[in-house]
């Protein structure tokens, strides 16, 4: 004689009526729809406050290149009076490159803040197919960043 796997009250509903195997399973699914919903959210909300401080650690960074160029700018022109323009050329090229490079860090930051999740992954794949070099510069800068901030 074959026993049932399932003992009498796993097909009852709370008043006592059976309940059927078929009924009872879209409850199940019903169920840990439910939860894979509410999950998501929480990981789309995790992502948000994640890609909010992601941008403003780009901001801040550009914010202290910004200020590292401008003094590096400062004193090599204050030590170097007596060599003259070479001196002024180098910290003018320096100064040039930093706020080229606070100016991207700048607007990577504001797309950030204006990308949704869907546009995200798509822009995301197109930048890696067409700029692979400059894609992989940027995740090494973001992984220095965040690394550095979660050091302290």
């Known amino acids: 004689m074959e026993q049932n796997k399932f003992s009498p009250t796993d097909n009852q509903s709370s008043d006592g009526q059976a309940v059927p195997l078929k009924d009872r399973a879209r409850e199940i699914a019903s169920t840990a729809q439910g939860k894979l919903a509410d999950v998501g959210s929480t990981v789309r909300d995790r992502a948000e406050n994640l890609k909010d ?3 403003d650690a780009l901001e801040s960074g550009a914010d202290k290149l910004r200020a ?11 030590v170097t009076r007596g060599v003259g323009s070479i001196a002024i050329d180098r910290s003018d090229r320096v100064s040039h490159v930093g706020e ?9 930051a504001d797309w950030l803040r204006d990308a949704d999740f869907d546009g995200l992954k798509s822009g995301i794949e197109k930048q890696v197919k067409e700029h692979p070099g400059r894609t992989l510069l940027i995740a090494v800068g973001l992984g220095y960043l965040i690394g550095k901030a979660l050091r302290k």
Request: glycine fraction near 14%.
């Open 53 to 55: 401080s992601l941008a």
């Open 100 to 108: 080229k490079v606070a100016g991207r860090m700048d607007a990577t």
């Open 68 to 78: 590292r160029s401008g003094a590096d700018h400062t004193d090599l022109a204050g």
